[in-house]
């Protein structure tokens, strides 16, 4: 999907934004002088059981878009298929990043860490990806930027929703993966990812986080945000159980063309998020 005007040949004023995702691997294209979203394309991929099968299929997909051979005033990448832990800022330093990320990950050859400081936040993303996924982007991209995408997510949401005082669940879905945040009073005080099957799989998960973090789904907001419709079983299941059920609106630091208004405004927020 591409704004009428956009011209393939001359990106030298515009950035591209990556997302690797769990389900999906998408990207859009941005022009830097009027700050407009003028290109976006996604695919599906098919299931990797381990992340050689992963990387094959990335490569797969970024040899093969020409646009990609383009000088991109900048190229930002955020990766969703990556564990993470959440570390406090107090207890962050760059030696002892494996330390936080085993805890609650089994060790695996072969894998770089890294740390990104969450916006608003006293907390710190700890993640750790492929070291020869890193060296295919390298490959293809030159220099880039990269942080997790939940960082970006997060970063984005507590923005565009730093006027809303009390507290939310924001609910972000892929086809088999959701992440979940809770904030109050714009700051974050829940956050998790789940791996999901069915809609009362995903249910479930939502309720269960809600009840530990003492969330009343009929007074609080739930936002709905990323691959969910309201066709959708998913969405038809969970609106059955939460009265307060709402979509997001897009990222408001960007603007778009009118080409991706057919574009639902949940859709593709954590890409658009990526900047």
């Known amino acids: 999907?591409?704004?009428?005007?956009?011209?393939?040949?001359?990106?030298?004023?515009?950035?591209?934004?990556?997302?690797?995702?769990?389900?999906?691997?998408?990207?859009?294209?941005?022009?830097?002088?009027?700050?407009?979203?003028?290109?976006?394309?996604?695919?599906?991929?098919?299931?990797?059981?381990?992340?050689?099968?992963?990387?094959?299929?990335?490569?797969?997909?970024?040899?093969?878009?020409?646009?990609?051979?383009?000088?991109?005033?900048?190229?930002?990448?955020?990766i969703h298929n990556a564990n993470y832990t959440l570390v406090p800022d107090d207890f962050i330093h760059q030696k002892n990043l494996d330390l936080f990320y085993n805890f609650n990950h089994l060790p695996e050859e072969e894998t770089e860490l890294y740390a990104d400081n969450l916006p608003h936040t006293d907390i710190h993303t700890v993640y750790g990806i492929d070291r020869q996924l890193i060296q295919l982007l390298e490959n293809i991209f030159g220099e880039f930027t990269l942080q997790h995408a939940l960082t970006f997510l997060v970063k984005q949401l507590l923005e565009d929703h730093k006027a809303y005082g009390g507290k939310r669940m924001y609910i972000y879905v892929e086809k088999q993966h959701v992440d979940m945040l809770i904030t109050a009073q714009n700051k974050l005080i829940f956050c998790n990812s789940y791996r999901y099957t069915t809609p009362e799989d995903l249910l479930y998960f939502i309720i269960n986080a809600g009840n530990k973090n003492q969330f009343n789904f009929t007074l609080h907001e739930c936002v709905l945000l990323g691959d969910i419709a309201r066709r959708d079983a998913n969405y038809q299941l969970c609106n059955q159980y939460i009265s307060n059920l709402s979509f997001s609106h897009r990222p408001i630091a960007k603007k778009y063309c009118s080409e991706l208004q057919q574009l639902a405004t949940q859709q593709h927020y954590n890409l658009f998020s990526i900047y």
């Open 1 to 78: 999907m591409q704004q009428e005007i956009f011209n393939p040949n001359n990106l030298s004023h515009h950035h591209l934004s990556l997302l690797l995702g769990r389900d999906d691997v998408s990207y859009s294209i941005t022009d830097e002088l009027t700050k407009m979203v003028v290109y976006i394309k996604s695919f599906h991929l098919r299931e990797a059981s381990n992340r050689s099968t992963y990387r094959l299929i990335i490569k797969d997909i970024l040899n093969q878009e020409p646009l990609f051979k383009n000088n991109f005033n900048k190229v930002v990448l955020g």
